[in-house]
């Protein structure tokens, strides 16, 4: 069902251009007044599809958004809809597009308990996403969880944000967030065990603007990665820096997709394959 939605949301024509403001300026709640007035609000609620076509219409005649788009999701859709993930972890939600569109997919795969939980540090971005995936009729799988990314991967892995017991392992982890902290902050799931043997990890914009030190660690063998790590075992931080595992296995592939201006940009797909014993 998501692909047929965004087949059409493709159709229709690509976002206005992306400018030197392009977000957190008064257009996020604006989407949420488009919708919440649209004229065919009766038939958008509990639609995810429909509420998508409405976030796409915004952004063609409106104002840009800094979404996944259509073109894009439609690969991560197709992977969530073959790979049948239980759970997926966004970092970065904006104002809740990806998490309808992987939500609802997730949800039409028929796996049992899914969950989708989506990071968002902006106060305002996480409320207007929170109110567009109430209307979409997500709220049962998709949770909205507001605060600094770090902190919330913190509880997540010790639990604190869970409703009972569950595995520190997520089938899928999806970044979109701060291009420089997508390194840093895989690292960091790696240490907590949220990034394990049989998870997918998605990067998004790798093309534009791209993320060479992410896209070099993903692609690296174990070698390199353990030449690296030793020399700062046991060295003092913060605790903003992580080393990660240096030990865990990707198989990493890009995908190229567009943008929904309608410019080139790709995805990377890194599937962690295994965990090498240590020397």
């Not at 899914?114 to 409320?127: C, D």
Request: proline share 5%; charged share 20%.
């Amino acid at each position: 069902m998501a692909a047929v939605a965004t087949n059409t949301s493709i159709s229709q024509g690509f976002y206005k251009p992306e400018e030197k403001v392009f977000c957190n300026d008064g257009r996020e709640n604006q989407l949420l007044h488009f919708i919440t007035t649209h004229p065919q609000l009766s038939a958008i609620r509990n639609s995810p599809q429909a509420v998508l076509a409405a976030i796409d219409e915004f952004a063609r005649t409106k104002d840009f958004l800094m979404n996944v788009g259509p073109h894009k999701g439609a690969l991560i859709a197709d992977i969530i809809a073959t790979e049948r993930p239980s759970s997926i972890l966004e970092i970065g939600g904006y104002i809740g597009y990806s998490a309808i569109m992987f939500g609802s997919t997730l949800r039409n795969t028929g796996v049992p308990d899914p969950r989708y939980v989506s990071l968002e540090m902006n106060t305002q971005f996480a409320s207007v996403s929170r109110a567009l995936v109430e209307i979409a009729g997500l709220s049962d799988i998709v949770e909205i969880r507001e605060g600094a990314c770090r902190a919330s991967l913190q509880r997540l892995a010790s639990g604190t944000l869970n409703q009972g017991p569950r595995s520190k392992k997520w089938d899928m982890l999806f970044l979109d967030h701060s291009k420089i902290s997508y390194l840093n902050d895989l690292k960091l799931a790696e240490e907590l065990g949220i990034v394990a043997p049989g998870s997918i990890v998605i990067a998004d914009d790798m093309k534009r603007p791209g993320n060479p030190m992410y896209s070099d660690y993903v692609r690296a063998d174990t070698a390199t990665k353990v030449e690296a790590y030793m020399p700062f075992v046991g060295c003092l931080s913060d605790g903003g820096i992580s080393l990660g595992n240096p030990y865990l296995v990707y198989k990493s592939t890009l995908l190229e997709g567009l943008e929904p201006t309608g410019l080139m940009d790709a995805v990377e797909i890194s599937r962690c394959v295994d965990l090498v014993e240590k020397d």
